[in-house]
């Protein structure tokens, strides 16, 4: 159920596309919080079809008119090459093929979609800091803290943090009030890849809720 909310919307994208012409829907992300080691891409082939896919490395997520299409990766000489017995999405840079119940859909142009890092700078996030395994975001804005652990599992909409600067001047440290927890997070400029993405940040970042750390990278957004 976590990728229901997200791929509804997409689906509603998907259904206006074909309604409206050619006009490019706007679509949010198919999972909000933990879309880090994700990418979205649009896609039009040259019979007018248009594909909406979420992928991660090991599946993806593939979106024509009412269908949803779920396939898994598979080894390939080049390129990402997800399919399964009748469906297929192979990924060659800026081009896909696409098979659907046998049907072909030749040298279809993608397009990246917005990542969670644009849209959080988008929506004024001050702060954004996330991690890997288990997985956990911060966000934090000028009137307020989101905090979400253990995958999204857990989810606190809390008060924007007290700010201190630590002394080596490189570190700043957010006191956040938490729900009966020590909540805090350290946010140090200095280069940072993710765990798993390897994605590149500004800052590092460190998570702590009352004796355990969880440690990151973050975007902090002028």
Known sequence: MKHATGFFALLIAA????????????VSPLISEFAE???QRSYVCPDGSFFLVEADGNQAQVLLGSQTLSLQRTVSLSGEKYQSKRNLYWN???????????????????????SPRQEARQRGTLVRAVGQEPGWI?????????????YGQSRQVLPAPVTTQTADSEAVLYRITGQQQRIELVVTKTTCRDSMSGEAY??????????????GCADVFP
């Open 15 to 26: 259904v206006l596309f074909g309604m409206g012409g050619c006009a490019k829907p706007e």
């Open 202 to 215: 500004p800052a590092q970042a460190s998570l702590i809720i009352d004796d355990q750390t969880f440690n």
């Open 92 to 114: 060659r840079g800026d081009t896909a093929r696409f098979e659907v119940d046998g049907k072909l859909f030749l040298n279809c142009s993608g397009e990246q979609l917005s």
């Open 138 to 150: 911060v966000e934090i804005t000028t009137t307020g803290t989101l905090v979400l652990t253990d």
């Open 37 to 39: 080691n994700r990418y």
